[in-house]
């Protein structure tokens, strides 16, 4: 049980609109604006090996409709690649362009420098205990009935 001045949602509200992940767009890497939803797009195609759309979309809990708008977009910026598969032309296989490397290799600097930043302002400790408590937050979540629907 927490104690009574510590709710839960206020604190992960404060931590969103903090981190920016309210922000329209996360980031702008050369000409290219970027989305926060198109950042997540960009580094899962980028950690995942030859990833289908429906892996991508399924990993990021988006109806694919909504996720095949976004990939036409980065598409059109030129950052990503989208070709069928030579075994099963139905999927589609996605790839980062030379300029989508780019931009997700900035972003991903961008990133772990914040998070660094805000890092330095705690002790080895303390730095432990906040990514051990993300990690039990995050598994914590994916048990949950809840996680990942809608409201309403």
């Given at each position: 049980?927490?104690?009574?001045?510590?709710?839960?949602?206020?604190?992960?509200?404060?931590?969103?609109?903090?981190?920016?992940?309210?922000?329209?767009?996360?980031?702008?890497v050369?000409?290219?604006?970027?989305?926060?939803?198109?950042?997540?797009i960009?580094?899962?195609?980028?950690?995942?090996?030859?990833?289908?759309?429906q892996q991508?979309?399924?990993?990021?809990?988006m109806?694919?409709?909504?996720?095949s708008?976004?990939?036409?977009?980065?598409?059109?910026?030129n950052?990503?690649?989208?070709?069928?598969?030579?075994?099963?032309?139905?999927?589609?296989?996605?790839?980062?362009?030379?300029?989508?490397?780019f931009?997700?290799?900035?972003?991903?600097?961008?990133m772990?420098?914040?998070?660094?930043?805000?890092?330095?302002?705690?002790?080895?400790?303390?730095?432990?205990?906040?990514?051990?408590?993300v990690?039990?937050?995050?598994?914590s979540?994916?048990?949950?009935?809840?996680c990942?629907?809608?409201?309403?």
């Amino acid at each position: 049980m927490l104690p009574d001045n510590q709710n839960p949602r206020e604190l992960l509200q404060i931590m969103v609109r903090r981190f920016g992940l309210l922000d329209k767009n996360c980031c702008t890497v050369g000409e290219q604006e970027i989305s926060l939803i198109q950042s997540h797009i960009l580094y899962e195609i980028d950690h995942q090996h030859e990833p289908s759309m429906q892996q991508i979309a399924e990993t990021l809990a988006m109806d694919i409709t909504t996720f095949s708008r976004q990939i036409q977009t980065l598409i059109k910026k030129n950052l990503v690649l989208k070709t069928p598969h030579p075994e099963d032309r139905r999927v589609y296989i996605l790839r980062l362009t030379v300029e989508g490397k780019f931009v997700a290799t900035a972003i991903d600097h961008r990133m772990n420098t914040h998070l660094e930043e805000v890092f330095s302002f705690m002790t080895d400790t303390e730095k432990a205990i906040v990514m051990q408590s993300v990690k039990l937050l995050n598994e914590s979540m994916l048990k949950s009935k809840m996680c990942c629907t809608s409201v309403g």
